[in-house]
C-alpha cells in the first residue's frame, strides 16, 4: 500500500524559511510525477511544485516561483520543497502527492496523497 508522510511544516515569520519532506513507501519504482499542493483556510487545494521523475528541472506556480525550490531523490523516494522569503499568503496545509502520469491538470489527476502538514507564516 502506498503511503506518502509529509514533515518538516510549523510557525515562521514572514521572510524566514522552511523545508518540507515527503517520504513515499509502498512500491518499488518511482512515481512519474511527484510534488506539493497546497490549502488555505476557505480557498480550493492548489497546485504549488513538481518534479518529474528523471531530474527534469522543477514546475512551479506563478505565486511561488522564485522563492520555493523542489528537489527529488528517486533513491530514497524522498521529494522537498525548500521555501524561502515566505509571506503570509503562503499559509496553508501542503500535501505532497504522487501520479503515474504527467501532466496533470488538477488535484482530480493525482493517484496518492499525503495526509498535510500546516505551514504557518505570521509574526
Known amino acids: 500500500q502506498v503511503q506518502l508522510v509529509e514533515s518538516g511544516g510549523g510557525l515562521v515569520e514572514p521572510g524566514g524559511s522552511l523545508r518540507l519532506s515527503c517520504a513515499a513507501s509502498?512500491?518499488?519504482?518511482?512515481?512519474?510525477?511527484m510534488g506539493w499542493f497546497r490549502q488555505a483556510p476557505g480557498n480550493e487545494r492548489e497546485f504549488v511544485s513538481g518534479s518529474l521523475e528523471g531530474g527534469y528541472s522543477g514546475i512551479y506556480s506563478d505565486s511561488v516561483k522564485g522563492r520555493f525550490t523542489i528537489s527529488r531523490d528517486e533513491a530514497e523516494k524522498m521529494v522537498y520543497l525548500q521555501m524561502s522569503n515566505l509571506k503570509p499568503e503562503d499559509t496553508a496545509v501542503y500535501y505532497c502527492?504522487?501520479?503515474?502520469?504527467?501532466?496533470?491538470?488538477?488535484?482530480?489527476?493525482?493517484?496518492?496523497w499525503g495526509k498535510g502538514t500546516l505551514v504557518t507564516v505570521s509574526l
Open positions: 502527492f504522487a501520479a503515474d502520469r504527467y501532466p496533470i491538470n488538477s488535484g482530480r489527476d493525482v493517484d496518492y
Open positions: 509502498g512500491r518499488t519504482f518511482n512515481f512519474v510525477y
